[in-house]
Nanobody, 122 residues
Framework: QVQLVESGGGLVQPGGSLRLSCAAS????????IGWFRQAPGKEREGVLC??????YYADSVKGRFTISTDNSKNTVYLQMNSLKPEDTAVYYC?????????????????WGQGTQVTVSS
């Protein structure tokens, strides 16, 4: 049974950092692609970053501030978020796509985690 569980969200001041984790079970990370998406109130879900053997994707809005990494021994993907801004406030989701290539299209991802809230505010 495929399962994705996010953790690490919370409240942080502008300029601060957070690290989100996406613990995967029921499949092997290196054979698939993991994407991080976010959705702010009243806005569409946005593709933020993606990592797969074949490609990596970073949205322009997070380049230089966010990084994605994997620990295959723990079957976990991490999203390191630095220099956070109020506009980064959203629910963050990780999702799995059965391909080694990234996509920004949320509909191409089969499995989703429950989401974790990130709030950037002073």
């Amino acid at each position: 049974q495929v399962q994705l569980v996010e953790s690490g969200g919370g409240l942080v001041q502008p300029g601060g950092s957070l690290r989100l984790s996406c613990a995967a079970s029921g499949f092997t990370l290196y054979q698939n692609t993991i994407g991080w998406f976010r959705q702010a109130p009243g806005k569409e879900r946005e593709g933020v970053l993606c990592i797969g053997i074949g490609s990596t994707y970073y949205a322009d809005s997070v380049k230089g501030r966010f990084t994605i990494s994997t620990d295959n021994s723990k079957n976990t993907v991490y999203l390191q978020m630095n220099s956070l801004k109020p506009e980064d406030t959203a629910v963050y989701y990780c999702a799995m796509r059965g391909s080694t290539y990234c996509s920004r299209d949320a509909s191409s991802y089969t499995y989703w985690g429950q989401g974790t809230q990130v709030t950037v505010s002073s």
